[in-house]
């Protein structure tokens, strides 16, 4: 495997270190309203199966949060295929790759959709309410803040790495996946 595995039993603990924010937005709002939109669960996804979650493990993931919101039969029925469309065990068995930042970065989150690059596609508001919750310290905060405010995106999620992990990340950041590994290396 690419990378490193994520398993069902520690996946909150791993969220809160080593998820960059976009996965770690979509992950809480999972968590908060049981239910995420089409293009959540293709970005969330996605990454979780790039970071080793097993078909089985990423089944039990949704359903355990879907089946609150919409109830079991409903969630076999209606999301439980494109799960296992995700890992190519349906349809035209595409293998599915997880999204890079710069596709995240340009799509288009509508009204109820969780998905994006939060240095994008937040109001400044939130997005120094969603660092600060991260653990982003006030000096930090303000560097990366001004690289969102002039569209270096990736740089400002580089910028929030290196506050959390107290390390230069001297490749950047260009991958969510890429984001979770790195992290995992400092972390263990
Ligand atoms: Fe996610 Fe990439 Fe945006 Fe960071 S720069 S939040 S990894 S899309």
Redesign the pocket.
């Known amino acids: 495997r690419e990378y490193a595995d994520i398993s069902l039993k520690d996946i909150d603990q791993v969220a809160k270190n080593s998820f ?4 770690r937005h979509l992950f809480d709002k999972l968590k908060e309203d049981h239910h995420l939109k089409h293009g959540g669960r293709m970005q969330l996804g996605l990454f979780l199966k790039g970071v080793g979650l097993n078909l089985e493990d990423a089944l039990a993931f949704w359903r355990a949060e879907f089946s609150k919101k919409v109830g079991l039969e409903k969630f076999e029925k209606q999301y439980a295929y494109s799960i296992r469309h995700n890992y190519g065990k349906e349809g035209k068995r595409t293998d599915y790759t997880p999204y890079s ?1 710069s596709k ?2 340009s799509s288009t989150p509508g009204t109820g959709d969780h998905h994006g ?3 994008r596609h937040f109001s400044e508001e939130n997005l120094r309410a969603a660092l600060d919750r991260m653990g982003v310290n006030s000096r930090a905060m303000e560097d990366v803040l001004d690289k969102a405010r002039n569209r270096h ?2 740089l400002a ?1 580089t910028l929030t790495f290196e506050a959390l992990h107290g390390v230069p990340c001297d490749a950047g ?1 260009n991958h ?1 996946n890429q ?1 979770f590994s790195d992290s995992k290396k400092i972390l263990q």
Request: net charge neutral; with cysteine.
């Open positions: 960059p924010l976009c996965m930042c995240i970065i690059c939060p240095y995106y990736q999620c950041i969510p984001y």
